[in-house]
């Protein structure tokens, strides 16, 4: 049976996208692995299932990464908003409700074909200050999964893997462990730099959404950043965050950010 399916990228970070209305994908580890792989499969950070939730007119997003793990991803929520402007999913509309990870996500394609979307990630833990052995300093909290952020001189200069996995998997933040983000910056009217470690990927990705809003909610609460920045990933794009707040409560972030579709196929399962 073949499957059509498209590839997409949100500043880098890429994706299979499949409108699974028919329930016809399959979800184990195995296939998502394997159709994940970049030498052997399609190749992505991860895959994105997308249904309409019950028959009403919220989008049902359910996001593996390439270990075939379930997360919560921001650039995944962009790319997911202009697929289902694009294929339908949405009934024309560019504003739409997505049901992720248990939470009811807004986002708005803002342009009329998709390519620049803003989207809505919730805090879902809020950011603690952790003094590590050696006075190694982080920050740990979420935005739909666990961040560990990490504010360096030169975020250009850090050996992410290695750095990155050594934090992941540090024993006081388990079994759930973090993704982990690592930030420098000069001026706070200037592009924030990030780097990213995913956990479920394993390895360091160009962008990573929840982790960009992360980084916006701890550069604003204790660097006393504005509500409003910019970030650059290392894919090259620009990511522009917003802090949501009500009565001076954190609530939430905005990103706004590109999707892009690479290409589309049909898999012969």
Request: aromatic fraction near 8%; hydrophobic fraction near 40%; include cysteine.
């Amino acid at each position: 049976m073949k499957m059509v399916f498209t590839k997409m990228h949100g500043a880098g970070n890429d994706f299979i996208l499949v409108d699974d209305s028919e329930l016809k994908w399959s979800r184990s580890p195995e296939f998502i692995a394997g159709i994940c792989d970049r030498h052997l499969g399609v190749g992505g950070d991860g895959i994105i299932y997308l249904r309409k939730n019950d028959g009403g007119d919220v989008i049902r997003m359910d996001y593996y990464n390439s270990d075939g793990s379930g997360a919560v991803c921001g650039n995944g929520l962009r790319c997911s908003a202009s697929f289902a402007y694009r294929k339908g999913l949405s009934g024309g509309k560019k504003r739409m409700v997505f049901l992720a990870g248990g939470n009811l996500l807004s986002a708005e394609v803002k342009d009329d074909v998709g390519a620049s979307v803003r989207t809505e990630l919730l805090v879902t833990e809020s950011f603690r200050k952790y003094e590590l052995e050696g006075a190694e300093i982080v920050y740990k909290g979420g935005a739909g999964v666990p961040h560990l952020i990490k504010v360096v001189p030169d975020a250009e200069k850090v050996d992410v893997r290695r750095e990155g996995r050594r934090l992941r998997f540090l024993e006081q933040f388990q079994p759930e462990g973090a993704n982990v983000d690592f930030v420098s910056f000069t001026e706070k009217n200037r592009p924030v730099v990030v780097r990213t470690y995913e956990r479920g990927v394993e390895e360091e990705t160009l962008a990573c959404g929840t982790g960009c809003a992360s980084v916006g909610v701890v550069l604003h609460s204790f660097f006393d950043f504005p509500r409003k920045l910019s970030i650059l990933s290392r894919g090259g794009d620009i990511l522009e965050i917003e802090i949501i707040k009500e009565c001076n409560i954190l609530k939430g972030v905005f990103l706004t950010g590109p999707a892009v579709t690479v290409f589309e196929g049909e898999l012969c399962n």
